[in-house]
Structures are given as C-alpha cells and as structure tokens.
C-alpha cells in the first residue's frame, strides 16, 4: 500500500477508504466543515460527524460542539508527542 505524502509524520494510523471523502466532507454542516478544514490532523468526516451528532443528541449547542472537538484533537496531538521524540 502506498503511504500518503501529505499526512507529514503522524502516529496517526492509515487506512484505505471506501468512500468518497469529498462528497462526505461537502455534506457535513458548515461548521463542522469549518473547524475540519483548520484542524492540524488529518480528521476523516465521518468521524467529525459521529462526535457532531452524538453530541447534538446531548442537547450542546455548536459552540460546545466544537469546543469538544478542540479537546479530542489536543488529545490526539498530545498522543503525537511521542512519536514525534523517537524520530
């Protein structure tokens, strides 16, 4: 399998995908697509999606929303560091 060159170096696992990401991306709502095309990893849609509607099903308005996604991806960076220092 050929590895992506604009992933940069990650800990983050690759994965073949099934679905056209574009076409998943365009279908989010703007705000998510909106906090998906600032993000620092390389999030897949429909992952942004599951944390949107799980929490929407939570009652938490759009600012909480994304206020949750800042805290997973600084989790998922904070995961990074590591592997970053073997390199």
Known sequence: MRRCAN???TAQRQRRRT???MA??????????????RAALPWSPASCLR???RQRARG???DQILATLDR???RALAREVP???AA
Do not use: N, V
């Open 24 to 37: 998943a991306f365009d279908a989010l709502p703007a705000p998510l697509r909106a906090w998906l095309s």
């Open 60 to 62: 938490a308005t759009i």
């Open 7 to 9: 992933l940069g170096r």
């Open 83 to 85: 592997a970053e220092r």
């Open 72 to 74: 997973a991806e600084a």
């Open 51 to 53: 944390i949107w509607q």
């Open 19 to 21: 679905r056209d990401s």
